[in-house]
């Protein structure tokens, strides 16, 4: 199976172990990254610096420009085949402000939910990251600011959120609230004590609040899967997996658990068939095939099937290309927004976040995507959404909201010891795994 890069430099079907590989840098940086993982029963903190030399950072901030501009000869996922005289649509428009990158809160607007009262309350709260860049205790100042603003909104709106809820819903809703509302109340105490250390953590915590506040307006799945799709596996709203990865040739990591939230509200086709095949243990014990500094990637089975064989036809289970689009309330399948004329359009699920979780596919056959999947590594403030090349390209169907920043740390031949889901499998239509071993 191909993970190609439309409209790039031709590249040979190579084995994946074999593929050359040029690690391409997009952090120009200087703040230091914090990032966790387990170590037997203990945790291993790592600082993950800039780059040490500026000229690497200008290298790195050149080579970015021109995957938006000319469209360097880049490595590309293995089996890659693309073509000669590449050509990006001048039409691409960056998006106004920064973008989002955060995966828990592209996750909360990819919600198919209308609710302007909370997302007014969401807002402020999201901000405190920005206010948290401020220097020492000043910080606390803005962060005050940010919850009183998103306190007073939740009492304005607040009857307007509750008429939001799904009628099955309202109980754990109200419930979200009263948390929320305590939530708050704990953050302005945090800022009254100082203790800025604290704030990223409760931020957190009234954020995913938020969250089952959304989660709960979404009543049942919102649109019928196209009749040509709709008996494959279909996931049916969001499912969290763990994928643990053994972790070889690095004495302070012995294994890291990656959570990774799947969109199906948004890609149900794409997820479902992945949780289909967690299910069937297809990834347990896999090596990552990629590594390069751009995308990880596995997928790609033992022997001449470069997918799933399904062994109830003894053939390669495909999907669809599926790309949703915001404004829109289906999915586009079989086409990329290129080729549907769609320049402008805004993905819903983007490549904005480190760690977002995509289908590999053939160059030149939309829908060949089956087993393969990559996690994409980058800046997407150098390649924002619409710009990057891969926006309306590829499926992309979840993100890795824990221990993300270790992907980069992966390197070819660490193993997948197991990937689980831990929720959602309720919302999995048509699990082909209870037919067929």
Not at 13 to 30: A, D, T
Not at 93 to 114: F, H, M, T
Not at 125 to 131: G, K, R
Not at 276 to 305: C, K, N, W
Request: proline letters at 6%.
């Amino acid at each position: 199976m191909a993970a190609a890069f439309a409209s790039l430099p031709t590249f040979s079907v190579v084995n994946s172990s074999r593929f050359p590989r040029r690690r391409i840098g997009f952090s120009c940086s200087k703040k230091p990254l914090e990032v966790r993982c387990s170590s037997g029963n203990t945790r291993y903190t790592k600082q993950r610096g800039a780059f040490t030399s500026l000229k690497e950072c200008a290298i790195s901030l050149a080579l970015s420009v021109g995957l938006m501009v000319s469209v360097p000869s880049i490595a590309l996922p293995p089996n890659a085949h693309a073509v000669a005289n590449p050509v990006i649509p001048d039409v691409s428009v960056l998006i106004s402000g920064p973008p989002i990158k955060d995966p828990e809160a592209l996750l909360r607007y990819a919600l198919p939910i209308d609710n302007k009262a909370i997302r007014e309350v969401q807002k402020p709260l999201e901000d405190i990251t920005d206010s948290l860049k401020i220097a020492g205790v000043k910080a606390l100042d803005s962060v005050e600011r940010n919850v009183r603003q998103a306190s007073r909104t939740l009492q304005q709106g607040k009857s307007i959120i509750v008429a939001g809820f799904a009628e099955s819903k309202k109980d754990h809703g109200n419930e979200m609230i009263e948390k929320l509302e305590a939530g708050m109340q704990d953050m302005l105490k945090i800022v009254e004590d100082r203790k800025r250390d604290a704030v990223a953590p409760k931020q957190k915590e009234i954020l995913k609040y938020v969250g089952g506040i959304e989660e709960d307006m979404v009543d049942g799945f919102p649109y019928e899967v196209p009749e040509e799709y709709r008996n494959m596996p279909l996931l049916k709203g969001r499912a969290s997996v763990d994928m643990k990865v053994k972790i070889k040739d690095n004495p302070n990591i012995e294994d890291c658990v990656f959570r990774i939230v799947l969109d199906g509200y948004n890609a149900p086709v794409t997820a479902g068939n992945f949780v289909d095949l967690v299910e069937r243990h297809f990834y347990d014990g896999m090596e990552i095939q990629r590594s390069d500094g751009f995308v990880v990637q596995t997928g790609d089975p033992e022997g001449p099937a470069e997918g799933f064989i399904d062994p109830s036809t003894e053939k390669t289970r495909t999907v669809p290309l599926e790309i949703m689009v915001t404004g829109e309330k289906t999915p586009f399948y079989g086409s990329t927004l290129e080729e549907l004329g769609l320049y402008k359009a805004q993905v819903v699920i983007p490549f904005n976040a480190f760690g977002t979780m995509a289908m590999a596919r053939e160059e030149f056959e939309n829908d060949s995507g089956s087993s393969q999947v990559f996690w994409l590594l980058k800046e997407s403030e150098l390649t924002p959404s619409n710009s990057n090349i891969l926006d309306g390209r590829y499926a992309v169907f979840g993100y890795v909201t824990d221990n993300e920043d270790f992907l980069a740390d992966l390197k070819v031949g660490d193993v997948i010891e197991s990937i689980q889901v831990v929720s959602g499998l309720e919302n999995l239509a048509n699990p082909s795994y209870k037919i067929a071993g």
